[in-house]
């Protein structure tokens, strides 16, 4: 348990997005944009092909902590607990002096996994939101509202209840300062939840 532990919190660790910014632009993107080490500023500050890739290798990270730790048969709790500390690495990594990002992609990753059905119950609220406010951060956080509920109706597992909750809980409370920064520059928090393009970005 302790090896599945430590080798979930070394995934999570991976600054796919501090390497990619290096790579392509010689900087460091905790730096540059929303000075987040996450597939959105990636996006906006690199490239949209880049930030799709460091999506998908953030999700891989949680995703894969998790599988590692369900191939070795270990309880329910030690799973959760693997993905749990792959969000944690990518939050505070220890290659990069435990400064990272905020752990949505991750976090998604360790859900999808848990709960394969809430892949596209989640992309279909992604979308539906995305199309309404046009914010994709905005959007992608107030679907984590969703898992709890997935795993109540479609699984009926109550320990998976409250862990999407308490996973969904880590990368929200840690973008309350990056919320109100927005408001600051966006003059409203009408404005925060709605823009008018998918370039509105403060």
């Given amino acids: 348990m302790v090896l599945v532990l430590v080798t979930a919190y070394l995934l999570g660790s991976i600054p796919s997005a501090y390497i990619i910014g290096r790579l392509r632009k010689g900087t460091d993107i905790r730096e540059i944009g929303s000075r987040n080490m996450g597939a ?18 953030d999700m891989g990270k949680g995703a894969a902590a998790v599988a590692i730790a369900q191939a070795f048969g270990i309880h329910q709790y030690a799973v959760f607990a693997a993905g749990m500390m792959a969000v944690i690495g990518h939050n505070l990594p220890v290659f ?18 848990l709960m394969p059905w809430s892949v596209l119950i989640y992309c279909g609220l992604f979308g539906i939101l995305l199309l309404i406010t046009r914010a994709p951060t905005i959007s992608y956080g107030i679907c984590f509202a969703a898992f709890p509920f997935i795993a109540w109706l479609l699984y009926d597992n109550t320990p998976l209840i409250f862990f999407s909750i308490l996973l969904a809980l880590i990368p929200l409370l840690r973008y309350i300062p990056r919320m109100l920064e927005m408001r600051q520059r966006g003059g409203s928090w009408q404005h925060v939840f709605k823009r008018k393009d998918l370039k509105d970005r403060f």
Avoid: E, P, Q
Avoid at 46 to 55: A, S
Avoid at 104 to 110: D, F, I, K, Q
């Fill in 40 to 57: 959105m500023n990636t996006i906006y500050s690199v490239g949209f092909w880049w930030g799709t890739l460091d999506l998908l290798v």
């Fill in 96 to 113: 990069l002096r435990f400064k990272g990002g905020k752990g949505g992609a991750t976090a998604l990753g360790v859900l999808f996994v």
